[in-house]
Structure formats: structure tokens, C-alpha cells
């Protein structure tokens, strides 16, 4: 029988791995993760094997960079679980404040942004042209974000440079679809 030291819940997989409990559920239904079942139906993760896993993580390059722009904590995190989910070989960051993401995009260059319209500091849009403006940034693909979805929002974010418009809360299916139709790999 296994130790008990030795085995770990969901949330304390997820701390080790950066990630949310949910996802390590997930990880674990579709097979990515071995784990046991306690005999009341609880999942248990080996101490070894994550260990193993993070080894594994720390020199494994992710394969692409999305940076989320988002002053809303809990939509930036559950952006960042969606995107963790969908494709875990992708690294993702994310940007507080139109000022922080000014810098996030400038040193990481990601190959996708997801900018919400609406921040407290700089709105998405001057965030939006400024990307453009950069020689070094300005063929990023964006998805602009917003609950406020009328016509002459969406238009004048897409005449300021977004790839697409997606409104706020964002359908993880919707999701999917815009960062496939934007991310080639």
C-alpha cells in the first residue's frame, strides 16, 4: 500500500505545479496524470511522479506565450486556467494594468494577447495602438476583450488593430476557436 506522506491532493499538486486544482483534475481525467482513487472516491497524486513531472517542467520550453491584459483578477485566472487546460504547452502571463502590459509584451514578445478594453490606468485601445506602433509588436495577434459589446466598440477596437472582439464572460469553446484561428503551430 502506498504511503500517505508520500501521496498529495489536488491543491497541493497544483501549488507544485503552478496550476489550479480543477486543472489537476482534469490533467488526471484525461490520463495526463497517474493517480489512485482513495476508497472514498478521492484522487491521490505520488509525491515521485509530480516530482518527476516538475523535473520535467524546468527544462521543458513551453511552445508559445499568451499574455493576458486584465485588471479583473478572477477573469485574468480564469483565463489563464481555460488556456492552461486547452493547451498545456503554452506559457501564460499575465498584465495587471495597461502600464505592466506595456513591458510584459515588450520583453516576452508572445505569439498571442488577450487585451481587455476597460482598465482603470490605460484603456485597451491605446494599449491596442501602442502594439501596433511597435515595430517589434506590432504583428502580435489580438483578441480584445470587453462586457461592453455594442457595434461601435467593436468596431473601433478592430479599426485600432485587434485580429478579433470577444465579450466578457468568454465561453471556453469561444476561446478555443479564437486562439486556433490565431496561433499557428
Known sequence: MNNPEKL????????????????????AKEGRLKFIT??????????????????????????????IVEDDEQHAELLVEFIEVLYPKYEVKVAYSGFEAGSVIEILKPNLIF???????????????????????????????????????????????ANQFLTKPIKLSVL??????????
Open 115 to 161: 487585451l481587455d478594453l476597460v482598465m482603470p490606468d490605460i484603456d485597451g485601445l491605446a494599449v491596442c495602438k501602442h502594439i501596433r506602433s511597435n515595430d517589434a509588436t506590432k504583428n502580435i495577434p489580438i483578441i480584445a476583450m470587453s462586457g461592453l459589446s455594442r457595434q461601435e466598440n467593436i468596431d473601433e477596437v478592430i479599426s485600432s488593430g
Open 38 to 67: 482513495t476508497p472514498g472516491g478521492h484522487r491521490r497524486f505520488e509525491r515521485t511522479e509530480i516530482e518527476k513531472l516538475i523535473k520535467g517542467k524546468l527544462v521543458a520550453k513551453k511552445e508559445k506565450t499568451i499574455v
Open 176 to 185: 478555443k476557436r479564437a486562439v486556433d484561428s490565431l496561433i499557428v503551430d
Open 8 to 27: 498529495l491532493t489536488p491543491g497541493q499538486v497544483g501549488k507544485l505545479l503552478s496550476v489550479s486544482p480543477i486543472t489537476v483534475r482534469f490533467w
